[in-house]
């Protein structure tokens, strides 16, 4: 009876352990238990992990970037761009060295453009960083500080020199003391700036940024629009000078009339300041494509003298919690969205007819899925066909070699994201993921987005337009097919409704977007060089194609992201080179974020996090070891696999057993201590 009873116990035990690894612990912030530190090296290593044979460098060499038909070409044929934002006090390192070693780590994980972001500043403040901009506080907003120009010109020439390419983003950050940005003072100020800066000659390249090919684009503004801004407390009419509006309450009881009369006064305030910075950019001599704002910020017609368009997104944005120090984020995976994330609001503001840019982009720390954000959108990203991708951000801090994270948007020090960037280069950069030959134009009159913006503003809603009126085209269908948008047509255009199942295939068959089990999605790409994976296994065996095939172990989220890629794009069976990526939960030391209660039941924990300035700990970031059985197509007595340590060299030998059929098997865990793995085939 005693062994019945323990039989009996142990099914029960092992069933409990199954149901726990199934299900999801959604909102949860695990323990520390099992954690190791690891922070991905400043000074990396050769080897499996080096992907900078992907830039062509210097970069500029095969002329400026210019459009031909919708996008971006130069002398070498079509190019487009694997970037991230470099922000405010990381333009300026504190020395030489991190320079290079800060060009040579971005060259490294295959990133071929920085956009420089928040360098027009006295100094860049925000939250536990505080650090001198590119300006000096004389009151002008004009006035360049040498010593900081020539930090700032050392870094452009180490970037060009490895291959990457310049995003100028110009007016960022600038505060004009609650003055209008566009009133013709500041409009001169601006363009002032703008002319020492395109003029300045960088004394390591001998170039100014006119004559520089290795500037590839150029943005005139942030997220700085009138449409956007307008807070009702006072609104201009450039008509006369005079308040239009006095208030949101007002406008709320106005007429349809006067509600789209106020759109086009701020939208004409828009777009014609944004045409005046761009004359003057072409009177300077600027050759690359230029454009404003992006584009959500103001309307897709007020930028429509651009040369390209541009976005924003963030997944689950942190916001302000209780008092100035205290933010808070909502900690949920995007895998699980049924209606494609963000990213298939991204591709509602895809331009039929010209180039289209995302130049921010994050699911922001310490949501504990972040590691899923940079593959998902460069994956679709290249279905789509998209010209440039940006993750916002490397680093915001002159000392560039950070062991932990400071920021939300910062990437520099964030091991579970940062090791993924590799596969995003291979799927987008190297173009791993096809782009889709069906594309769906959907015609956008400009009636119908005057009725959504009407609609918003009856509504009080401050949610942003994605073409509510559309229903003919649904947000799913998006993450199948390639989908642009006609903003100059005149009349809608419908499309055949297809049924849209829980396993969403894009064209091609490369990218499965899965949903069968609800909260335990999965996110899976099957290329010939590069595999990828995002979301909750809940014990499947994953097929990765070409023979391939993994099963994923306990986690301390029931959840992992994993990326395969070859590292000379010849597959994973012969003669090839591969890096294995697998990552988890990850957080830095002593940090003390707290989860609320949830309001609909106390007794559970809700999936808001908060955050002080005060709880976010200090280095070494730490992560956990993902336990999973890797099959692979070749055969087992002639693959290799080795566990890689911070730099990306060989740590320890990784047994590979023989399966069944004679291939190779390879057992992955917690005890290798690391997050990534080098397979070779003899």
Not at 63 to 87: K, P, Y
Not at 403 to 413: E, K, M, P, Q, S
Not at 462 to 476: C, M, R, Y
Request: proline share 5%; hydrophobic share 35%; charged share 25%.
């Amino acid at each position: 009876m005693k062994k019945v009873f323990i039989l009996i116990f142990a099914t029960l035990a092992f069933l409990a352990q199954g149901i726990a690894q199934e299900t999801p612990r959604v909102g949860i912030v695990p323990s520390d238990e099992g954690l190791f530190p690891f922070v991905i090296s400043y000074d990396m290593a050769r080897g499996a992990t080096d992907f900078s044979s992907l830039l062509d460098a210097p970069a500029g060499k095969h002329g400026f970037t210019r459009i031909e038909g919708n996008h971006f070409v130069n002398d070498a044929g079509r190019i487009r761009f694997n970037g991230v934002n470099v922000v405010g006090g990381a333009c300026f390192p504190v020395s030489h060295e991190q320079a290079e070693r800060m060009a040579e780590r971005l060259a490294h994980f295959g990133f071929n453009l920085v956009r420089l972001h928040f360098f027009d500043l006295v100094d860049y403040r925000f939250r536990l960083i505080h650090e001198k901009g590119l300006l000096v506080d004389d009151g002008t907003w004009c006035t360049i500080d040498p010593e900081q120009q020539e930090k700032f010109d050392y870094l452009l020439y180490q970037f060009k020199k490895h291959g990457i390419y310049l995003d100028v983003n110009l007016m960022v950050g600038r505060p004009f003391k609650g003055r209008n940005g566009f009133d013709e003072e500041i409009q001169q100020k601006e363009i002032e700036l703008t002319q020492k800066l395109f003029t300045h000659v960088n004394p390591y390249t001998g170039l100014s940024w006119i004559d520089d090919p290795a500037v590839a684009l150029v943005e005139t503004n942030n997220e700085n629009a009138i449409v956007r801004t307008w807070e009702g407390k006072e609104s201009w009419d450039p008509a006369n000078g005079e308040p239009a509006w006095q208030s949101r309450k007002e406008l709320y009881k106005a007429s349809p009339e006067k509600k789209l009369e106020m759109l086009e006064t701020l939208e004409a305030a828009d777009r014609n300041h944004w045409n005046r910075q761009r004359e003057k950019l072409l009177e300077l001599g600027v050759k690359v494509p230029i454009t404003s704002t992006q584009v959500d910020y103001t309307t897709p017609w007020a930028v429509m003298d651009m040369d390209y368009y541009d976005i924003h997104s963030y997944w689950c944005h942190p916001s302000k919690s209780g008092n100035k120090d205290e933010w808070a984020i909502n900690n949920i995976p995007m895998v699980n969205d049924l209606k494609g994330g963000r990213l298939a609001g991204i591709a509602s503001y895809r331009p039929a007819d010209r180039p289209f840019t995302v130049s921010e982009y994050n699911h922001p720390f310490p949501i504990v899925y972040g590691a899923e954000g940079q593959p998902m959108l460069r994956a679709y990203a290249a279905f789509q066909g998209w010209d440039g991708v940006i993750a916002h951000s490397y680093n915001n801090q002159p000392d560039e070699e950070p062991d932990f994270l400071a920021y939300n948007f910062t990437y520099a020090a964030r091991t579970d994201a940062m090791a993924h960037f590799i596969a995003c280069a291979t799927m987008f950069l190297r173009t791993d993921v096809k782009e889709s030959e069906n594309e769906y134009v959907l015609n956008m009159p400009r009636k119908d987005y005057e009725a959504d913006w009407i609609r918003r503003l009856n509504n009080r809603v401050s949610d942003k337009v994605i073409w509510a009126s559309d229903t003919t085209f649904l947000l799913e269908h998006r993450m199948m097919h390639r989908f642009a948008v006609d903003f100059k047509a005149t009349e809608h255009k419908a499309y055949p409704m297809e049924k849209v199942g829980p396993v969403q295939v894009s064209d091609g068959g490369q990218i499965e977007w899965n949903h069968e089990i609800p909260d335990q999605s999965m996110f899976i790409v099957r290329t010939d060089n590069t595999k990828m994976f995002s979301g909750f296994p809940a014990g499947r065996a994953i097929d990765w194609g070409d023979g391939i095939s993994f099963q994923v172990g306990e986690t301390k989220l029931g959840w992992t992201t994993m990326s395969l890629v070859s590292q000379k794009a010849n597959g994973f069976a012969k003669k090839s080179t591969a890096l294995l990526v697998a990552t988890g939960y990850t957080k830095q030391t002593d940090q003390k974020f707290t989860v609320e209660p949830d309001p609909k039941d106390p007794s559970k924990p809700s999936t808001i996090i908060h955050s002080r300035n005060e709880d976010w700990g200090h280095g070494p970031m730490l992560t956990e070891g993902i336990p999973a059985t890797v099959k692979l197509a070749s055969k087992a007595r002639k693959t290799r696999c080795w566990a890689l340590d911070e730099r990306g060299k060989r740590m320890k030998r990784v047994k590979v057993k023989k399966a069944d059929d004679g291939c190779a098997q390879i057992e992955i865990g917690p005890e290798y201590k690391t997050v990534w793995y080098e397979i070779r085939v003899r």
